[in-house]
């Protein structure tokens, strides 16, 4: 049976830290699912959901086995209907693991569905989208932490404020 995980994220916007899992992790499974939520947490996001998956298709290209879909309410259930067996989330330092855990054990007792972590490259393990945006907001350099096409889009976006 073909193996189907999940890496769920609100990829607003993507970064070399989630390319570098999404790469990684795609070496393991026939078929990965990028599964972009809007988390109610961040509301307020600076791409809307097709700018997100856009800019996703952009940096994903050369990965043939990627599918990028938009995901609303629970993830098992998302996860069932798109016959995936298994959740990928990538881990930055400890601060990620408590309620990375807790999420996966709660996903595991509501359907039985595993998750699995991949943990940060080295140099990516400070990046995350909401730090690269407050620098990118600032006029910051942020070529090193996002692909090209996604800063200049974030270049565009904050000429566009001032
Ligand atoms: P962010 O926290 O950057 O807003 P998302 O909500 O889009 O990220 O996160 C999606 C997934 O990608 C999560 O599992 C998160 O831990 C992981 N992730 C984000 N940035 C990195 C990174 N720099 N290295 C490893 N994993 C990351």
Do not use: W
């Not at 993507?14 to 899992?21: M, P, R, S, W």
């Amino acid at each position: 049976m073909a193996s189907i995980a999940l890496v769920p994220g609100s990829f607003d916007p993507v970064t070399l830290g989630h390319i570098d899992i999404i790469e990684r992790a795609a070496r393991h499974f026939d078929t990965l699912i990028v599964a972009v939520i809007r988390n109610p947490q961040k509301t307020a996001s600076l791409f809307t959901l097709e700018e997100r998956q856009e800019l996703l298709g952009e940096c994903l290209a050369h990965l043939p086995n990627i599918r990028i879909e938009f995901f609303k309410g629970l993830l098992v259930e998302f996860a069932k209907d798109h016959g995936a067996s298994a959740i990928v989330k990538g881990l930055r330092a400890v601060s990620d693991f408590e309620y990375e855990l807790q999420m996966a054990q709660m996903n595991q007792r509501l359907s039985g569905i595993d998750t699995f972590f991949v943990s940060t490259s080295p140099q990516y393990s400070f990046l995350s989208s909401s730090l690269v945006k407050e620098v990118a907001r600032f006029g910051g350099d942020v070529s090193s932490m996002v692909p090209e096409v996604v800063q200049r889009r974030l270049g565009d976006r904050f000429s566009e404020d001032t």
